[in-house]
């Protein structure tokens, strides 16, 4: 089992940034995918960013050059850093682990952009 405990969400401006936190319960070694999805009142989850234990990260398209997506493997977390934050990126942030036959959800994070 793993836990993963997100943090960082609030409000902030258009233009601005953010810095979302998951950090995971117990160390994760080996082959995994660790990613963040978002969802929008009314939205399906949609992925946002990945990265695999190898360090390949992905993107969504909405986010690419905007968003960057990390890791600090000997803490097993992974951070999103949002720069030029649009009101459509409001949603509830999840980080999620593939781990083994398993995925792992954290419980979300409120992310709102607003003037």
């Known amino acids: 089992q793993v836990q993963l405990v997100e943090s960082g969400g609030g409000l902030v401006q258009p233009g601005g940034s953010l810095r979302l936190s998951c950090a995971a319960s117990?160390?994760?070694?080996?082959?995994?995918?660790m990613g963040w999805y978002r969802q929008a009142p009314g939205n399906e989850r949609e992925m946002v960013a990945g990265i695999i234990s190898g360090g390949q990260k992905s993107y969504a398209d909405t986010v690419k050059g905007r968003f960057t997506i990390s890791k600090e493997n000997g803490k097993s977390t992974v951070y999103l850093q949002m720069n030029s934050l649009k009101p459509e990126d409001t949603a509830v942030y999840y980080c999620?682990?593939?781990?083994?036959?398993?995925?792992?959800w954290g419980q979300g994070t409120q992310v709102a952009v607003s003037l």
């Open positions: 999620k682990v593939r781990y083994g036959p398993a995925d792992y």
């Open positions: 117990r160390t994760i070694s080996g082959t995994y995918v």
